[in-house]
T-cell receptor, first 115, second 111 residues
Framework: SAVISQKPSRDICQRGTSLTIQCQVD?????MFWYRQQPGQSLTLIAT?????????ESGFVIDKFPISRPNLTFSTLTVSNMSPEDSSIYLC????????????FGPGTRLTVT | EDQVTQSPEALRLQEGESSSLNCSYT??????LFWYRQDPGKGPEFLFT???AGEEKEKERLKATLTKKESFLHITAPKPEDSATYLC????????????FGKGTKLTVNP
């Protein structure tokens, strides 16, 4: 398993600004992911954070809006850029531990409110 | 398009009243079916992975089963601490590790 922490846990931001969310894993993992969870909706994958290379984005999500970094095997950041109220959501980081299993482990989430 | 549908959206049970949650999926080349528990204000907590039809896994009062089209999460004699949202996710093929989630079932167990 893996223990994942996220910062900040919540924030209230003004439209037009940007917020960077940090994700730290307590052990080396093979893959890291960023999800969005909107009220009443399922978790939606934003992108896979690739170590040392550009993230792989899902349909409907673009790098200019959600730039992602992964400088090493245990840390990643997601930036929500030029925010609008529609970006209000919970953002979750997950990781796939080394060892062959397919289960992803999730951080506690970052609750973002854009006013 | 890969899709996971959970029912019911919400379920209220009395303590000790057993029931089942349903997860139906249309996921191309399913590589695994996952169940998670999510408490308010927290991230999903991994419960089970099922890989093939007929497989069953148990953990305390929970038992997960899998057929070719759906999965069930059976809750036997639930307690109030079992109250949570239960999420189902399909693991797709194609070289990625993408999970496709359902919207979840919010379970409330009353004492």
């Amino acid at each position: 398993s893996a223990v994942i922490s996220q910062k900040p846990s919540r924030d209230i931001c003004q439209r037009g600004t940007s917020l960077t969310i940090q994700c730290q894993v307590d052990s080396q993992v093979t893959m890291m992911f960023w999800y969005r969870q909107q009220p009443g909706q399922s978790l939606t994958l934003i992108a896979t954070a690739n170590q040392g290379s550009e993230a792989t984005y899902e349909s409907g999500f673009v790098i200019d809006k959600f730039p992602i970094s992964r400088p090493n095997l245990t840390f990643s950041t997601l930036t929500v850029s030029n925010m609008s109220p529609e970006d209000s959501s919970i953002y979750l980081c997950s990781a796939l531990p080394a060892g062959g299993g397919a289960e992803q482990y999730f951080g506690p989430g970052t609750r973002l409110t854009v006013t | 398009e890969d899709q996971v549908t959970q029912s019911p959206e919400a379920l209220r049970l009395q303590e000790g009243e057993s029931s089942s949650l349903n997860c139906s999926y249309t996921v191309s080349g399913l590589r695994g079916l996952f169940w998670y528990r999510q408490d308010p204000g927290k991230g999903p907590e991994f419960l089970f992975t099922l890989y093939s039809a007929g497989e069953e896994k148990e953990k305390e009062r929970l038992k997960a089963t899998l057929t070719k089209k759906e999965s069930f999460l059976h809750i036997t004699a639930p307690k109030p601490e079992d109250s949570a949202t239960y999420l189902c996710a399909g693991h797709t093929q194609g070289g990625s590790e993408k999970l496709v989630f359902g919207k979840g079932t919010k379970l409330t167990v009353n004492p």
